[in-house]
């Protein structure tokens, strides 16, 4: 007997076989769809890799290209540091601070020790620079009891400017008539004192150079200042300006004067801003100063051991500066150091500068040997500076006259100074040696002459 239900198991049969191939077909095309999906991943990574790799190797030669062309001055020194070797290190650095000006070299280059290195390679660029460079603004500065200027120039540097207020051959007689105190500051005394303090290896005074400027062209219509422009007036046909300062020092019998209108002055470079410090340097009493009141301490009683232990940071290196200090003011004669100075970026641990020597060189026939109170007082010198008078008093091709001559005839306003001052240095380093052997008679040797 026949069933309704043959036939029908067939078409199920049937239909089961046709989707149990296409479930395998199905199944083979996603193995297939994946193992392309891993495939491409992988090219897609290696892609992304050897993209890495190529922008690392143009990194690398675009930075080594940047280092040998140094033309750009912001170059991305850390990121270099991981690439090139320590001596490559140094050349990039060294390229760095060729790029900047003289003026940014010496700024850059200060340190505790010293303002500037011995051999510093930018320095007659530098002084050149302070000696020619265009002026664009001229400005008054008010510090101090006498008259002086900045002249601010073109590329951000500023320089202090002390004005000619005495002929070369002119002496300041130093008698109860014309007190140290009534001693007019000196361009000339500034831009010598500079040479001597490098000569001597001091290396504390900032570079100072002589300039020539005319005055309607550098001042007048570069100042706006009313009240120092209202002070102009003519003296035998030159002219001439009182200025704005104290009256003892700025007044009509005192007026500065060029010759027609060109004057000669002294510009000092300016210093670096101290961070944190509102001026770049900051100022501590000299304890050996000519002052009428404050001479009377040390005149009279030795302050040498109250001197070292009065010192805040307590080193030798404060303490021989002083020393240095006051055979410096000695071979100059300047009677003006009420204060001492020192670098507020290194605070205490500064070197004590040599700066405003404006009252130096006034008289060569004066030597006051109470400049040398802090040699005879303390009997201790620094090794270094007793070396280097000794070689100076000794070689006589080499002696400090003739040093100082070499050195000054450089500047543009040469001669700076009289040559009987010159010759004045030479009798003088005499007698420091001469206070200094006096100590070492006394005293050993190795007490007196010191390291640091």
């Not at 049937?14 to 297939?32: K, T």
């Not at 002929?167 to 005394?189: G, V």
């Not at 232990?309 to 303490?319: I, M, P, S, T």
Request: net charge positive; charged share 25%; aromatic share 10%.
């Amino acid at each position: 007997m026949t069933t309704c239900f043959g036939p029908t198991r067939k078409v199920f049969r049937i239909i089961f076989v046709l989707i149990l191939i296409n479930s395998v077909a199905l199944f083979y095309y996603f193995l297939l769809k994946l193992e392309n999906l891993e495939n491409g991943s992988n090219f897609v990574g290696q892609r992304a890799i050897q993209k890495k790799s190529d922008s690392q190797q143009q990194f690398k030669h675009a930075l080594q290209s940047e280092q040998h062309n140094q033309h750009d001055n912001n170059i991305n020194v850390n990121e270099m540091q991981i690439l090139i070797p320590p001596k490559e290190k140094e050349k990039v650095h060294k390229a760095k601070i060729s790029a900047q000006k003289p003026w940014q070299q010496f700024q850059s280059g200060i340190t505790k020790d010293f303002m500037y290195p011995k051999d510093a390679p930018y320095m007659q660029d530098l002084l050149d620079y302070l000696a020619h460079t265009e002026i664009k603004e001229t400005r008054l500065f008010k510090s101090g009891s006498q008259f002086k200027l900045l002249f601010l120039f073109a590329d951000g540097n500023t320089g202090l400017v002390k004005p000619q207020r005495m002929k070369i051959n002119e002496i300041y007689p130093y008698t109860n008539e014309h007190p140290f105190w009534l001693d007019p500051e000196r361009h000339s005394a500034e831009i010598a004192s500079f040479h001597l303090d490098r000569i001597l290896n001091f290396r504390r005074s900032v570079p100072i150079a002589g300039r020539r400027i005319n005055m309607t062209e550098d001042i007048i219509q570069k100042c706006d200042d009313k009240e120092f422009l209202d002070t102009f007036i003519k003296k035998d046909g030159n002219l001439c300006f009182i200025g704005v300062c104290v009256p003892w020092f700025c007044n009509e019998d005192r007026a500065m004067c060029g010759v027609e209108e060109i004057m000669e002055v002294s510009v000092s470079q300016f210093l670096p801003q101290a961070p944190k410090s509102r001026y770049p340097v900051f100022d501590r009493p000299y304890p050996w100063s000519q002052g009428i009141k404050e001479s009377k301490v040390w005149k009279g009683a030795n302050v040498c051991d109250d001197v070292f232990k009065g010192l805040q940071n307590g080193k030798d290196r404060a303490f021989l500066d002083l020393i240095d200090l006051g055979i410096f003011d000695f071979l100059i004669v300047n009677y003006d150091r009420h204060h001492y100075s020192m670098l507020s970026q290194f605070k205490n641990e500064s070197f004590i500068t040599l700066l405003d020597n404006g009252k130096g060189f006034g008289n060569h026939k004066k030597d006051d040997i109470t400049f040398l109170a802090p040699v005879y007082q303390c009997c201790k010198i620094r090794r270094s500076t007793y070396n280097r008078l000794t070689e100076l008093s000794q070689d006589k091709k080499n002696k400090l006259s003739t040093l100082m001559r070499i050195s000054l005839s450089r500047d543009v306003l040469s001669p700076v100074v009289n040559d009987k001052f010159l010759e004045a240095l030479d009798r003088r380093v005499k007698q420091v040696l001469e206070t200094v052997q006096t100590c070492l008679l006394d005293k050993n040797r190795e007490s007196v002459l010191m390291d640091g």
